[in-house]
């Protein structure tokens, strides 16, 4: 049976409300069929005060076993590196970060605040904010470059904004049945069967892009054009299993004729949320797009586009249905 603690830190609590949401498995499944031992949750948990603490500090001692650290939201650093604006169970959340991340098997980040730092951590960051092992792209974060677990592996993140539930309890599932070894991490430590594809794959407006045929504004649904030219989508750019995965096995951003902010992204909020940024795609000279697709190049892809545009059929001009 693996244990699992999980805290929440700054800023965030949206992932702990979408794991509760899971359903491939729900977190019944995972304690019931899958022997997880959650030993605290912040929805979840039914110790409180010194019951709480105790519980904490006998894992942080290692006088009871802690298989899996999962932490959500960013570690707080402010004021002058003490922490003390976040604190939790009468200390600075960093300084429990820093005892249950060395004495857990294995460390998951959920979400993106935990993986990258998130929004708290922009220009000027006054909280202090950072995420577990990286801040933003740059690799080091609160636990530093070459903190291992005691099972000898980097900080796992899952990031999102919120994570899918589905995408957390999975991977709960692969560590607690002792196949840690069979997740492949990307650069960002992010398991690659999950962010090697991209939001893109499996977008119904996909066909749109091939065809360079762009919608000019909201509320039409899936019915025409991508929002990728106009409108800001970071579908093309973002490592996500968004439209493979389908949130409430139902839909997703795009399906639903809003575009792809790019949440498992370490630039989230891309552009530091500029006045202008937010659902407007940033362009060089007023028609080159200033991001292009991972693996394109700026010229590649204007070539590429005006020959698409050129091919594009009657019908991807049309407005279309599709349920």
Request: hydrophobic share 40%; aromatic share 10%.
């Amino acid at each position: 049976m693996a244990s699992v603690l999980w805290f929440q830190g700054g800023a965030c609590s949206g992932n702990t409300m979408s794991f509760l949401n899971a359903e491939e498995p729900n977190v019944v499944d995972l304690i019931v069929d899958f022997g997880l031992d959650l030993i605290w949750h912040p929805s979840l948990g039914l110790e409180l005060g010194n019951n709480a603490q105790k519980l904490f500090w006998d894992c942080a001692k290692g006088e009871r076993p802690l298989d899996i650290f999962v932490f959500e939201g960013t570690v707080i650093e402010a004021p002058d590196g003490t922490g003390r604006m976040d604190m939790f169970a009468g200390r600075p959340m960093k300084d429990w970060v820093t005892d249950l991340a060395n004495a857990a098997q294995i460390v998951v980040a959920i979400g993106d605040c935990a993986c990258f730092g998130g929004i708290p951590a922009m220009e000027p960051n006054p909280s202090g904010s950072t995420g577990l092992q990286f801040h933003k792209r740059q690799k080091g974060g609160f636990l530093g470059p070459d903190f291992t677990s005691r099972m000898g592996l980097p900080v796992i993140n899952i990031p999102g904004c919120p994570a899918h539930p589905d995408w957390i309890t999975q991977v709960l599932v692969a560590l607690a049945t002792g196949r840690a070894g069979d997740i492949t991490l990307d650069d960002l430590h992010r398991p690659e069967t999950f962010f090697k594809s991209f939001t893109q794959t499996g977008c119904t407006r996909v066909q749109f892009f091939e065809y360079k045929q762009s919608t000019y504004s909201f509320g039409e649904g899936t019915r025409t054009g991508c929002l990728f030219y106009e409108l800001g989508c970071r579908g093309p750019m973002t490592h996500s299993p968004c439209n493979r995965i389908l949130w409430n096995r139902q839909s997703s951003k795009t399906r639903a004729g809003m575009p792809c902010l790019g949440c498992t992204e370490p630039e989230f909020p891309h552009f530091d949320l500029a006045p202008g940024t937010v659902f407007k795609t940033q362009k060089v000279s007023g028609a080159i797009p200033k991001e292009v697709p991972e693996g394109s190049d700026h010229l590649t892809y204007m070539a590429h586009a005006a020959a698409a545009r050129i091919a594009a059929p009657q019908w991807s001009k049309e407005d279309m249905f599709v349920v």
